[in-house]
């Protein structure tokens, strides 16, 4: 049985960072894992992923574009996913999800099998 679990979202300033940390189990050893994210009325939306190999790809939508800020990363030895954000901005305020999923294309299509049950992130001044 696969479970994901995050922590380390909070409440922040403009241009401070965070770190969240998806701690997981029960998943193969060729799953493709990453982060989502969700805003209010809006559907989840894939931010970054990485494979088994430890290739990383991150979203390329311009809408609030995370590419030079986010960071994603994988420690296999503990089990545990991570998202370093950096230089945060309001518009990063968003529910963010572990997910995972045996296909890299299931995860970017927004349908990965597996959640986690999400950490808020609020960025405010």
């Known amino acids: 049985q696969v479970q994901l679990v995050e922590s380390g979202g909070g409440s922040v300033e403009p241009g401070q960072s965070l770190t969240l940390s998806c701690a997981y189990s029960?998943?193969?050893?060729?799953?493709?894992m990453g982060w989502f994210r969700h805003f209010p009325g809006n559907e989840r939306e894939p931010v970054a992923g990485?494979?088994?190999?430890?290739?990383?790809?991150?979203?390329?939508s311009f809408t609030n574009s995370v590419k030079g800020r986010f960071t994603i990363s994988k420690d296999n030895s503990k089990k545990t996913l991570y998202l370093q954000m950096n230089s945060l901005k309001p518009e990063d305020t968003a529910m963010y999800y572990c997910?995972?999923?045996?296909?890299?294309?299931?995860?970017?299509?927004?349908?990965?099998?597996?959640w986690g049950r999400g950490t808020q992130v609020t960025v405010s001044s």
């Open positions: 997910a995972a999923d045996s296909k890299n294309s299931d995860f970017w299509s927004g349908h990965p099998g597996f």
């Open positions: 990485i494979d088994s190999r430890g290739i990383k790809a991150y979203t390329g």
């Open positions: 029960g998943t193969r050893s060729g799953y493709y």
